[in-house]
């Protein structure tokens, strides 16, 4: 966890915002328990994560068994999602670990029911997401000479890796995307 720039609280306070508005809407909960999630602590993942897009914290001792908001740390987000044009998928993200910080603790039958109550575009870009994110840590591509296809890594292939499409075999080219 870290904290958050003054301009990165900003737009989590948004985000949060058009969120907590849509789940009234929604009406998952009563209105009391929903704005118990208002003062819950916003704050961003490490910039170099990959693997999370978001985190819900709870308190240490906290009681797993009866989970209450009050119990929660922090809600945490990727940096990343806080670039507007992942906006859409940001507010699903949150909308997803609000469900979590309402005591609903694993991806169960009922979690993903409630999950599938969001109602805008952008829940289905978790895989773009992580691409993004691949790309940007990647050292490496291992480029294909014949149908021009990347596959961004950490490490090189040192000639031990073929595309998947044609069998070529691949070749290291440093990745000199600008991370943004
Ligand atoms: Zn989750
Ligand atoms: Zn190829």
């Keep these: ?5 003054k301009e990165q609280s900003i737009v989590l ?10 789940m009234k809407t929604i009406g998952i909960e009563n209105e009391s328990r929903l704005n118990s999630l ?3 602590r916003l704050a961003v993942l490490r910039r170099n994560a990959t693997q999370r897009h978001g985190v819900t914290r709870f308190r240490r001792g906290a ?3 009866e989970l209450k908001t009050a119990d929660v740390e922090t809600v945490d987000l ?12 940001a507010r699903f993200v949150l909308y997803h670990e609000y469900l979590h910080a309402l005591g609903n603790r694993f991806h169960d039958a009922t979690f993903r029911r409630l999950e599938q109550l969001w109602p805008h575009e952008g829940a289905d870009r978790g895989r773009e997401f992580t691409q993004f994110l691949r790309k940007r840590m990647a050292t490496w591509l291992w480029l294909c000479t014949t149908c021009d296809k990347k596959y961004p890594r950490k490490r090189r292939a040192n000639g031990r890796f073929r595309c998947r499409a044609c069998s ?5 080219v440093m990745n000199t995307q600008e991370a943004n």
């Design 168 to 172: 070529t075999i691949l070749v290291d």
């Design 13 to 22: 306070d948004r985000l949060k915002d058009d969120v907590l508005e849509q």
């Design 38 to 40: 208002n003062p819950i």
């Design 63 to 65: 009681n797993a068994l």
């Design 1 to 5: 966890m870290a904290k958050p720039s």
């Design 78 to 89: 990727h940096p990343m999602l806080l670039h507007s044009s992942w906006h859409d998928y």
